[in-house]
């Protein structure tokens, strides 16, 4: 039995499940948010721990077993600062999606940036957060700086352990790709002093023994929420929930506009990278078509009322273009819908925002390798319609995910020593002409023009 520790951005999931990935309890504890200025959004670091010693405790208790080992996954570029000796943070945790660095980000090297770590300067990253704490607090010997896997690994070894892995760590600004290793020259450009700084392990690493709920359990794999997912799936997936993450293990160089990054790996394997598409607006769309707009009951509602279209009746939906690393995207661009005629119903603007979902996500793909197969996971994939419209646009079969919480999954695998997929539910293979796949692209893609004027 593995305790697999989702530690997400709303809140904790925690799993025990078996070696054939059996869920056999479940656990889940919010984690409350703070936005103490506009733009600015944080975490208190000792509710986050709260949120996974509940989480574990519901878990375990509803499994009726005692774990043998435990796996963490967790919510990537989230940023923490403590003191070793005390084991206090000095300040609340930067979560990822804060933008009070936006300023710095616009300062920095963007050329070099790229060409070291695969990403790109943006708020999202570790490194101006850190940069951030580190002004505000002072730069003290001893400090320690972690994203939310190293708190964690910190709290779980009772300060033993100070470490991350890969994947957490190619997402701070501060690790060559190459090397995956912390790179000096950019320790220099955020004035971050080594001895900050966690030691860096492969995925699959022992990473020590932990104490909780009573028991001692060795702590076997660590990954950031979407590698683990990706470790879960094989070598590609989509997952779909208010924003999408599209990732592709791959050596091959970034197209327009996506990101490399460290892929999970087991501790006998050589390196391995990905490339990483995020798009920010999928699930979201049918969130405002509810709550903004009051189109549409529930998510099912918005199913039967994209099916009940022979077509889209040439309306696409375009929203807010903030994803990051998406291709051909600029983050001023406002939301459009285009097309709109004296015939355009409810049911043609729930379809079109259903249908950006897939198109988005066929860009992204698009600037990368072709894999064989699509493993996606997440709320959407519940819609079969959906599903079935992106394997149409991109024209590989889509394979839906038995199991909801891949992330998790993926960190158990981890735990396990087993490079090996999820199982896996549905598969839909595609079903409509090319020729049409490519007219539905192709308004999809004037409409993109269109907003982008």
Known sequence: MILAIDQGTTGTTCLVVDDELTIHGRGYTEVPQHFPRPGWVEHDPEEIWASVLAAAGQAVDASGATPS??????????TVVWDRHSGEPVDRAIVWQDRRTADRCRELPAELLRERTGLVPDPYFSATKLEWLLNEHGRRDELAFGTVDTWLLWKLTGGRVHATDETNASRTLLCSLETLAWDDELLDLFGVERELLPEIRASGSDFGE??????????RGIAGDQQAALFAAGGAKATYGTGSFVLVESDAAAGEGVLRTAAARLADESPRRALEGAVFV??????????????VADAAESERLAASLPDNGGVYFVPALTGLGAPHWRPDARGTITGLTRGTTRAHLVRAALEAAAYQTADVLAA??????????GGMTGNRWLMQLQADVIGLPVVVAREAEQTALGAALLALGERRASPAGERLD???????AERLLAGWHDALRRTLL
């Open 430 to 436: 595609p079903s409509m002409p090319p020729d049409e």
């Open 210 to 219: 932990g104490e909780l709920l009573g028991m001692t359990l060795p702590i």
């Open 368 to 377: 990368m390798p072709t894999p064989e197969v699509l493993r996606v996971d």
């Open 282 to 295: 999928t699930g979201a769309a049918v969130q405002w078509l509810r709550d903004g707009l009051g189109l």
């Open 69 to 78: 080992a435990i796996g963490i996954t967790n919510q990537r570029e989230t």
